[in-house]
C-alpha cells in the first residue's frame, strides 16, 4: 500500500503543518481513547494501515522476481524490508492497546487485496509507477486524516508512512525507461490513470463500510473534518497526483 514519497514542491497536508492543533487532535491517545466512538475509529484506521504495509511487503518481494538487474532486485528487497519494519510497529501498537492484530486487519483485507488483483502489473516498469503513484494516493489520505487524531496515534501514522526510498528509485527508472523509448510514456500514463481511479474507489469503499471511519472523515469525531473539508481533501490528494505523475513524466 505505502510508498510515501512526495514529489517535490507538493504542498504539506495539514498533518504536516505547524497549525495549532486543536480539539481530539490536541489530546493525547489516554484521554482520546476514552471516546469509545474514536476508539473504535483509530482501531480501524491502524488496522488498515497494517494490512496495508504487509500487502505492500509481500507485493514488493514479489516485485523484486520482475527487477532487471541484481541492483534492483536488491533495493526492491530492502524496501519491502522497510515496508515490514512498519507493519510491526502498527501490529504491536495494536497489541499495546489492547486490540489483536489479526481481527483489526480482517476487515480490510477483501478490499485491499482486490485493488491489487484489479492492479496487478504486468512489468517491472508497471510495478514501480504503481508503487510510486498507486500507493502515495493511499499515503496522501493517511496524512490528511493523521491531522485530525490524538498527538500519540498522529504520531506513529506519520511514522509508518516515512519514506522508503521508492520514489526516488521508481522515477530514475521510469524517466530512464521513456528517455530510451519514448513509447512507453504513453502506456504508462494510462496505466497511472487507472490507478488513480481504482485507489480514489477503493478508499472510498473502505470508508463507507466502516461506520467510525466514516463518521470521522466527516466530523463526527475528529475535530474540523466536515463533508466540504473531505472535498478540499481529494482535491489535494489529485494535486499531488498531477506532480507526481509530472515527476516521472507522464501526463496526468
Given at each position: 500500500?505505502?510508498?510515501?514519497?512526495?514529489?517535490?514542491?507538493?504542498?504539506?497536508?495539514?498533518?504536516?503543518?505547524?497549525?495549532?492543533?486543536?480539539?481530539?487532535?490536541?489530546?493525547?491517545?489516554?484521554?482520546?481513547?476514552?471516546?469509545?466512538?474514536?476508539?473504535?475509529?483509530?482501531?480501524?484506521?491502524?488496522?488498515?494501515?497494517?494490512?496495508?504495509?504487509?500487502?505492500?511487503?509481500?507485493?514488493?518481494?514479489?516485485?523484486?522476481?520482475?527487477?532487471?538487474?541484481?541492483a534492483?532486485?536488491?533495493e526492491?528487497?530492502?524496501?519491502?524490508?522497510?515496508?515490514?519494519?512498519?507493519?510491526?510497529?502498527?501490529?504491536?501498537?495494536l497489541?499495546e492497546?489492547?486490540?489483536e492484530?489479526?481481527?483489526?486487519?480482517?476487515?480490510?483485507?477483501?478490499?485491499?487485496?482486490?485493488?491489487?488483483?484489479?492492479?496487478?502489473p504486468?512489468?517491472?516498469?508497471e510495478?514501480?509507477?504503481?508503487?510510486?503513484?498507486?500507493?502515495?494516493?493511499?499515503?496522501?489520505?493517511?496524512?490528511?486524516?493523521?491531522?485530525r487524531?490524538?498527538?500519540?496515534?498522529?504520531?506513529?501514522?506519520?511514522?509508518?508512512l516515512?519514506?522508503?526510498?521508492?520514489?526516488?528509485?521508481?522515477?530514475?527508472?521510469?524517466?530512464?525507461?521513456?528517455?530510451?523509448?519514448p513509447?512507453?510514456?504513453?502506456?504508462?500514463a494510462?496505466?497511472?490513470?487507472?490507478?488513480?481511479?481504482?485507489?480514489?474507489?477503493?478508499?472510498?469503499?473502505?470508508?463507507a463500510?466502516?461506520?467510525?471511519?466514516?463518521?470521522?472523515?466527516?466530523?463526527?469525531?475528529?475535530?474540523?473534518?466536515?463533508?466540504?473539508?473531505?472535498?478540499?481533501?481529494f482535491?489535494?490528494?489529485?494535486?499531488?497526483h498531477?506532480?507526481?505523475?509530472?515527476?516521472l513524466?507522464?501526463?496526468?
Amino acid at each position: 500500500m505505502t510508498t510515501s514519497d512526495k514529489p517535490d514542491h507538493v504542498a504539506d497536508t495539514p498533518a504536516e503543518s505547524d497549525a495549532e492543533h486543536t480539539g481530539v487532535a490536541a489530546r493525547d491517545w489516554e484521554a482520546a481513547s476514552a471516546d469509545p466512538q474514536y476508539r473504535a475509529a483509530v482501531v480501524d484506521l491502524l488496522g488498515a494501515l497494517a494490512y496495508g504495509e504487509l500487502a505492500a511487503f509481500e507485493r514488493l518481494a514479489e516485485d523484486a522476481k520482475l527487477a532487471p538487474t541484481l541492483a534492483d532486485k536488491a533495493e526492491l528487497a530492502k524496501m519491502a524490508s522497510a515496508e515490514f519494519h512498519h507493519f510491526e510497529q502498527l501490529r504491536d501498537r495494536l497489541t499495546e492497546i489492547g486490540e489483536e492484530p489479526t481481527h483489526a486487519m480482517e476487515p480490510f483485507v477483501a478490499a485491499l487485496d482486490g485493488f491489487h488483483k484489479q492492479t496487478a502489473p504486468s512489468d517491472w516498469l508497471e510495478g514501480l509507477v504503481k508503487a510510486y503513484v498507486g500507493d502515495s494516493i493511499a499515503s496522501d489520505f493517511y496524512r490528511e486524516v493523521a491531522a485530525r487524531l490524538d498527538s500519540d496515534t498522529r504520531r506513529l501514522v506519520l511514522a509508518v508512512l516515512d519514506d522508503t526510498g521508492h520514489g526516488g528509485f521508481a522515477v530514475e527508472k521510469v524517466r530512464a525507461a521513456i528517455d530510451a523509448d519514448p513509447r512507453v510514456g504513453g502506456r504508462l500514463a494510462l496505466w497511472a490513470r487507472r490507478l488513480m481511479g481504482e485507489a480514489l474507489s477503493q478508499s472510498q469503499r473502505v470508508v463507507a463500510d466502516r461506520d467510525a471511519l466514516s463518521t470521522m472523515l466527516v466530523g463526527g469525531v475528529a475535530d474540523g473534518f466536515d463533508l466540504a473539508e473531505v472535498g478540499k481533501m481529494f482535491s489535494r490528494i489529485t494535486e499531488a497526483h498531477t506532480k507526481r505523475m509530472a515527476a516521472l513524466g507522464l501526463a496526468a
